[in-house]
């Protein structure tokens, strides 16, 4: 029996190791906090902002990263009406899934009821295209990532010179706020990098604020709905409360 005891002490000595030298490894990254519309029991998202987050993620991002979980339809969740949207849809080409007659896959514009399509065909292209890094889909990014939207937001805003003496890998780019602070893509960003439709100065800052914003919402589109649905539920249970508080009152009333 003592042997065994053994054993198991040992074995939990070597997972505890095991742990904290996981723990060790993988670099810890700050970056500050932001206030976004969105938090909080009440938040919700500005709907401007989504306009230029969306506009940014198509004249940037779209390049290199997917979105493969949001139609154009959802865009109603940013204030466009159908028509905008069937208008917007158009301009974007898409990978009809049907062949036609001839067998032949072919493209054709977008419609409403399409999702974002994938830059690349597959992800070797993707990678090939990359120096051998992937452009992860930007769908869930905000929700997969830990920090989120701040994450997001210093990521974007993070890219500066490498310290003194630092040798960067081949292709890679120095980041502040990246894990391991070496990241393939190069920076994305720079001032006047997207022209806003609503005349907003577009600076790096705003930019990464705008597409940050954007990308929570394609991570949670129903947020709002969610929230809205809580409030209810709650008042609810808080009107039903006094029906039953009332009721135990007339229950009891004859009771002396
Ligand atoms: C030229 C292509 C290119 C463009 C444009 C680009 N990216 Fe990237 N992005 C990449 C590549 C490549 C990676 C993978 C990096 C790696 O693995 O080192 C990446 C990784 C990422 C990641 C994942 C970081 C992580 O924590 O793993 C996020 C988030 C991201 N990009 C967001 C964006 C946003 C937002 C934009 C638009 C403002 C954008 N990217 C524009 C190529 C690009």
Known sequence: MPRLTMKAALAVTFLFSAMTTAVNSAEIVSFPKKDWSWQGVFGTHDRSQLQRGLQAYRSVCAACHGLKFIAFRDLMDLGYSAAEIK???KTIEVT????????EIFKRPARAADYFPDPFPNKQ???AANNGAYPPDLSLVVESRV???????????????????????????YNKAYPGHQIAMPAPIMDGSVEYADGTKPTVNQIATDVTAFLAWASEPNME?????????????FAFLFVLIALKRRTWSNVH
């Open 225 to 237: 709905a969610r929230k809205s649905m809580g409030i209810k539920v709650m008042l609810f249970l």
């Open 125 to 127: 292209a993707a990678r």
């Open 147 to 173: 920090g989120g939207a701040d994450y997001l937001h210093a990521l974007l805003t993070g890219y500066t010179d490498p310290p003194k003496g630092l040798k960067l890998g081949d292709g890679m780019y």
């Open 87 to 89: 208008a917007f849809a």
């Open 96 to 103: 009809n899934e049907e062949p036609n007659d001839e067998g």
